[in-house]
């Protein structure tokens, strides 16, 4: 089973700067199925990148994703306030399993 | 628009049984696989369980394996996760979530429910 290590844990950074998360695979990702979440508390996870690199419908342009094989990374060029949040990457080219990273905190400084 | 309602959660006595429901709508349900993914006060994303747009297919977490069946009713648009043996550690908010955004088995989740709680307590 792939294990998906995020780091860091929590970013602290102010409106308008860029925020760098990455996330580590155990194992090459296949035909990289990587994805990205946004959760805010109380709702449900949202749906921000597939493919390691493509935008979900909907998603501002700000929210990029890049990376290969084991290593991924989100990128959020400038902070607005709805994008604090906590994010989570996952792997889905390795069915029949699909796991989840523990998550990284994006908070205000 | 496109939905996924879920319904069933409550409290429920260890060792005890659960169904929990997930009534889809805005989009062609038998076209696409579908997961239950579950999050524990306070902690991060679980996958739990998988179906296949037929049914035919079903996976399971290691966690859940043995105690969870997930299915499906395309005729009711329709998925459920029957829950039995229940302990604390299987105190969640559990997300119904349809795979996508392409009609495939290796598929992210590209829509999500609500979530329904499920806490497990005597």
């Known amino acids: 089973e792939i294990v998906l290590t995020q780091s860091p844990g929590t970013l602290s950074l102010s409106p308008g700067e860029r925020a760098t998360l990455s996330c580590r695979a155990s194992?090459?990702?296949?035909?990289?199925?990587l994805a990205w979440y946004q959760q805010k508390p109380g709702q449900a996870p949202r749906f921000l990148v597939y493919?390691?690199?493509r935008r979900a419908t909907g998603i501002p342009d700000r929210f990029s994703g890049s990376g290969s094989g084991t290593d991924f990374t989100l990128t959020i060029s400038r902070l607005e306030a709805e994008d604090f949040a906590v994010y989570y990457c996952q792997q889905y080219g390795s069915p029949p399993t699909w796991t989840f990273g523990q998550g990284t905190k994006v908070e205000i400084k | 628009e496109v939905q996924l309602l879920e319904s069933g959660g409550g409290l429920v006595q260890p060792g005890g049984s659960l169904r929990l429901s997930c009534a889809a709508s805005g989009f062609t349900f038998r076209s696409n696989a579908m997961s239950w993914v579950r999050q524990a006060p306070g902690k991060g994303l679980e996958w739990v369980s998988g179906?296949?747009?037929?049914?035919?297919?079903?996976y399971y977490a290691d966690s859940v394996k043995g105690r969870f069946t997930i299915s499906r009713d395309n005729s009711k648009n329709t998925v459920f996760l029957q829950m039995n043996s229940l302990g604390a550690e299987d105190t969640a908010i559990y997300y119904c979530?349809?795979?996508?955004?392409?009609?495939?088995?290796?598929?992210?989740?590209?829509?999500w429910g609500q979530g329904t709680m499920v806490t497990v307590s005597s």
């Open positions: 979530a349809k795979m996508g955004p392409n009609n495939g088995w290796y598929e992210a989740f590209d829509i």
């Open positions: 194992q090459s990702v296949t035909n990289n199925g």
């Open positions: 179906i296949s747009t037929d049914g035919g297919a079903t």
């Open positions: 493919g390691a690199t």
